[in-house]
């Protein structure tokens, strides 16, 4: 059995979600990184404290609580990424970076409307959700084929080598395979 890391691109019912859907006539507005199949740890750019968009930065979310456990229905597509052991180990790495060092990332607001314009323009400390998948996709290799600044979460649906395993509601899924571990 090899390793992997396991892309989300979902659509949550927030307001700057639904803004973001109504702009960009896309189905989803938000990418996550896990390292497990269970989402037991999954990790984006986004809202640090659940009722307000403002502040955010690297966080780590948990399905059924903050901004995810606000909604019941939580469209979403998870991609599986095959990664040889020292592409996952420098994911682990990558991870454990930003979360030591959360304090001095923040969520690239000028940046989103960069992406939107197709400009690229990369930022030492901040990131929209996107671009830090990207980035971290980059930094473990795994071929961009562009910026990592220019990446959108719709983009993440046709990434070269990230197979759909599922299609379908968040809630659901995450209590699935939970339930799956204790049964």
Known sequence: MGDYIYLIV???GTKPARFFKFLTKKPYNHVSLSGDIQLSEMYSFCRTYRPFPL????NKETVGQGTLGQFQNI???IYRISVSPE???AYNKIINHFAVHRKVFSYNLLGLLAVYFNI???RERSFVCSQFVAYTMDKIGIPLEKAFSLY???D???FPGADLIYKGELNT???TRQSELYT
């Open 55 to 58: 502040p955010a930065t690297f």
């Open 87 to 89: 592409q996952k180990e």
């Open 156 to 158: 993440f649906r046709s």
């Open 173 to 175: 899924f995450y209590y």
């Open 10 to 12: 979902a659509q949550t």
């Open 75 to 77: 469209p979403c597509e």
């Open 120 to 122: 690229e323009w990369k």
């Open 152 to 154: 959108t979460p719709d």
